[in-house]
């Protein structure tokens, strides 16, 4: 894998590359990078995965086109990460709406801890997955970083829809 650290709104992410697409989006400096400070631009996959992410923060992106190389994670965990990234841009699902799609109406908290080891972040957009009505619960980057993604996809959706 090949990683960096770039800064963002929201903090430092640490992202990481394998020769398939980007496999991992953690929130702050993973200490599992080794020498991540290198240039992102040492790696076009990692200088693409950038870019995007630069332009989803400024609002000009709603979905992103990195290629994705998910590893590991249990089947269930695999079907909660697929319906995660058809959760539309400034859009939220309930974790039993989620646990309802991928076939186990009963399973809101597996839903939970599904989203919490969600390995690509943002990019895979867990904080679309929120508590029954709306309740802002549980997120890896924290509930005000979760409220700021929210945030910022709601105003530019409104944006959008009033220009």
Not at 11 to 31: K, P
Not at 82 to 94: F, H, K, N, S, V
Not at 137 to 162: C, D, N, S
């Amino acid at each position: 894998m090949r990683w960096s650290v770039i800064d963002s709104p929201i903090g430092d992410l640490t992202l990481a590359v394998d020769d398939t697409g980007l496999c991992r989006l953690h929130f702050g400096r993973s200490s599992t990078a080794g020498a991540a400070d290198r240039p992102v631009t040492a790696d076009p996959l990692l200088t693409e995965a950038a870019e995007q992410l630069k332009a989803y923060f400024a609002g000009e992106l709603q979905e992103f086109t990195l290629p994705l190389s998910v590893r590991g994670g249990s089947d269930f965990e695999r079907a909660v990460w697929a319906q995660l990234t058809r959760i539309p841009y400034g859009e939220m699902q309930t974790y039993g709406e989620v646990a309802k799609i991928v076939g186990d109406a009963g399973a809101a908290r597996a839903v939970g801890t599904a989203c919490n080891r969600n390995p690509i972040a943002i990019v895979v957009p867990c904080h679309r997955v929120v508590g029954a009505g709306g309740k802002m619960v549980g997120f890896g980057g924290g509930i005000p970083t979760k409220r700021h993604l929210l945030e910022l996809e709601a105003r530019v959706t409104l944006e959008t829809l009033w220009t």
